[in-house]
Nanobody, 114 residues
Framework: VQLVESGGGLVQPGGSLRLSCAAS????????MRWYRQAPGKDRELVAF????????TYADSVKGRFTISRDNAKNTVYLQMNSLKPEDTAVYYC????????WGQGTQVTVSS
């Protein structure tokens, strides 16, 4: 199983970024996918979840209305569209699949700062 995140970077408050997570080594369409984030000195927190076909999504209260999770099962990729970014969104963002012991990507850094 391999998960590879991309799309992070430095953005000003109010800006947008789209993260991608390319998956391989398992039947992607059979698993729900999650995005987590971890800010310095804080615990890793669940940001968003999407079901196998994308029909069900859930979000942390802190990102509701600003972030959108989606997936393309033909491309084995899950996305996180992040709008109206705030400095408190600064973190390393990870995708996760709850297959077997659970697998994580290497993470992608998102920094929101002026």
């Amino acid at each position: 199983v391999q998960l590879v995140e991309s799309g992070g970077g430095l953005v000003q408050p109010g800006g947008s970024l789209r993260l991608s997570c390319a998956a391989s080594g398992f039947t992607f369409s059979s698993y729900g996918m999650r995005w987590y984030r971890q800010a310095p000195g804080k615990d890793r927190e669940l940001v968003a979840f999407i079901s196998t076909a994308g029909g069900r999504t859930t979000y942390a209260d802190s990102v509701k209305g600003r972030f959108t999770i989606s997936r393309d099962n033909a491309k084995n990729t899950v996305y996180l569209q992040m709008n109206s970014l705030k400095p408190e969104d600064t973190a390393v963002y990870y995708c996760h699949v709850a297959r077997g012991p659970g697998y994580w990507g290497q993470g992608t850094q998102v920094t929101v700062s002026s």
